[in-house]
Structure formats: C-alpha cells, structure tokens
C-alpha cells in the first residue's frame, strides 16, 4: 500500500507538471491569435494606442486559461502517461501487482482539483478582468450603442446622442424594467443625462415611465431641465437609439463576465425582469461541471496512452486520444446550443457530454486493465 502511495504521488507530479506546461502553451498560442486579431480591429482607428490592445489582450488570459484547461489536462496527460509507458515505468507498477485504478488515483484527484481552483478561486477573477476588457473593447473598438447593464432591478445605458454633439453621448438610468408577455420592453423611473464629446451636461430627462419602440425610447408625462435652469415638462419624448429588444437582452452582462458566486443571483434577476436567463443558467451549470471534466479528460488520456509502446500503434494511439478528446469538444458545443434553443434543459446540455466522455473514459480503463 506505500509503495502504491508512493508511486500515485510520484506519477500525480508527472501529471501536474506535464498538464501546467500544456495549459500554458495552449494558453499562449490562444492569446497570440487574440492579440493578432485585436491588432487587425485596431488598425482602422488611428487614435487607439497599441497599449490598449495589450492590455485587453492581457485581461483576456484568465478567461482563455479556463476555457483550454479541459484540452490542456488531455494533452497533459497524454504527454505524461505516454513517457511513462515508453520508459517502462507503468509496466514495471503493473508488474508488481499494483492495478492502473490504484496509480491513476494521484491524478484523477490532481485533475478534479485544478478544476475545481479553476471554477472557484480563477473564474471569479477571470470574470472581473474579463469585464474590464469588455469595458475597454466597447470603449475603444466599438461603436455601436452601449455598455448596457442589469443590475438590482436597474437598468444602465451608455448610447450615442448627436443631436447636440456629433460626438455625445446619453446615459440613461431606469429604476424599474420589465419585459411584457407582448415582448414590449418597459421601464420607469427614468432619468438620462445627455452629456456633450466633453462628458459636460447638455440636458436631463425625467420621466415616470416608457419603453422601447423600433430604434427609439419612448418617454412619457417627460420632463427636462438645462444646466442652470428649471424643470419643464414637454409630454410624451422620443429619443432615438440603436437598440432593439433583442439587442438589449443581448447586451446584458455575458456570462463570461459573470464569476460562479454571482450568476445565481443574476439568473433569478433575469427571470423576474421577464427576460431568458438560459445562456446564463447554461453557462452556470458548466463551471459546476468542470471538475469533473477535468478528471474525465486526465480518465480519458489515461486510456489512450498507457498501451505498451512495443505494440507499435504509438502515433495511432495519441491521435485517437486527441480525435477524442475532439469529438467530447463538438459534443459539448452541439448539447451548448441545443440548450441555448431551449430544446435540452441547461443541466443536461452542461452535464451530458462530461458524463460520456466519463463513460467512454472508464470503458478504455476497464477494457485496458481487464482485458
């Protein structure tokens, strides 16, 4: 028995090693063409400094990390449990009587370990930088109306007004949204400053309620008032905007932005503000899942590369591991959208393609070990 200890946590240092050197390659080759393409966006707007692109694409990283990682643990583990096999290592183990369950223990729980540091302690703060990077993006990079945000009932908006500035800007602050059953978007206690290129106030808007017609705000019973002077009501007031319906569910915080401690509550916001919070609940549910993907891909190399290398195959074998390891991939985006159509419930279409990856992982081991 210490001596299978012993070995576990010999082989579970291989792994870890062999997974964080992969997690970070992938992570750089990944970054690499994110920053190549924030290059590309930025070419066409002079004014930008290339500082800023570096700085998204630096805030970006934490978020990449965590998407590769399920790639980087099978990539890992193939890399690791391959030069153990080559060196005999694993053969001389299994010689001794000890079994592939008993060696493989060390590194399944390493695996479901860096999953789980990876949804609780790295996502939340992949989230805030990832929010922040947004924030620049829309800033920078963007024109098209927005950041928008949903947030305790409240509803913020940052849009382009030239009325009074070819460059201004209006900030509008609703108090109260809600989405009707006839998909009409209404909102009370209303106030938007409409600020000039300078962020100086030009004029602000009350109103105790409107809601969004086709590309435009529709303000009722409004008042106004300029820097200076005092309120006035003008009536019914339309204010043109960009947006849609659509666009504006759309524009509410990604669920990257979101870290696993503050989608519940985000979730629940949505759903009694009236809008789909599927994307959200989908996304939710695969963090939770993704420790256990992580020990289903470190399962999954572990079957694809312990084969003895003086049966030949080697090359066939990694790539079948690979192929696999793939193909999970495809399975989980398909079950994604699936689910963001509402045809799979969120929990099945975050759960299902990490418990056949485990199903197909345990099938390799037991066929590899039992014959």
């Known amino acids: 028995m210490v001596v299978s200890v012993t070995l576990s946590l010999y082989i579970a240092r291989q792994f870890v090693f062999s997974v964080a050197a992969m997690i970070a390659s992938l992570t750089g080759i990944v970054c690499l063409f994110d920053f190549i393409d924030l290059l590309r966006r930025v070419a066409t707007k002079p004014h930008v400094s290339t500082n800023v692109v570096t700085e998204i694409a630096a805030l970006h990283v934490p978020h990449f990390s965590i998407e590769i990682l399920p790639f980087g643990i099978l990539l890992g583990g193939i890399v690791c449990f391959w030069r153990l096999t080559r060196s005999s290592e694993l053969v001389v183990a299994r010689a001794a009587g000890i079994s592939a369950w008993q060696f493989l223990a060390g590194p399944l729980a390493c695996a479901m370990m860096i999953g789980t540091l990876a949804t609780t302690i790295i996502s939340p703060v992949s989230s805030s930088l990832y929010r922040k990077a947004e924030e620049l993006d829309q800033q920078y990079l963007r024109t098209e109306g927005g950041p928008l945000s949903l947030s305790s009932g409240a509803l913020w908006l940052r849009?382009?007004?030239?009325?009074?500035?070819?460059?201004?800007?209006?900030?509008?602050?609703?108090?109260?949204?809600?989405?009707?059953?006839?998909?009409?978007?209404?909102?009370?206690?209303?106030?938007?400053?409409?600020?000039?290129?300078?962020?100086?106030?030009?004029?602000?808007?009350?109103?105790?309620?409107?809601?969004?017609?086709?590309?435009?705000?529709?303000?009722?019973?409004?008042?106004?008032?300029?820097?200076?002077?005092?309120l006035h009501s003008v009536g019914q007031l339309t204010l043109h905007t960009d947006l849609t319906v659509g666009r504006v569910q759309e524009s509410f915080a990604s669920p990257e932005t979101l870290s696993i401690w503050a989608l519940p509550s985000f979730i629940k916001l949505l759903e009694r503000s009236g809008f789909s919070s599927i994307r959200h609940r989908i996304h939710f549910q695969s963090l939770l899942a993704l420790p256990m993907l992580a020990g289903t891909m470190a399962l999954v190399a572990a079957g694809f590369s312990m084969r003895p290398t003086r049966r030949g195959g080697v090359a066939r074998m990694i790539g079948s591991g690979v192929a696999a390891g793939f193909l999970l991939f495809t399975v989980s985006k398909v079950a994604e959208q699936f689910g963001n159509s509402g045809a799979l419930p969120a929990v099945l279409a975050a759960w299902a393609p990490t418990v056949a990856g485990l199903c197909l992982a345990i099938s390799l081991l037991l066929h590899l070990e039992d014959g």
């Open 159 to 230: 849009q382009a007004d030239t009325q009074f500035d070819p460059h201004g800007v209006a900030l509008l602050n609703a108090r109260g949204v809600q989405l009707g059953k006839d998909g009409v978007l209404r909102i009370r206690d209303i106030s938007i400053f409409r600020l000039d290129h300078d962020d100086k106030l030009i004029l602000r808007i009350e109103s105790p309620e409107g809601y969004l017609a086709d590309h435009a705000w529709i303000l009722k019973n409004a008042q106004t008032v300029r820097p200076y002077e005092i």
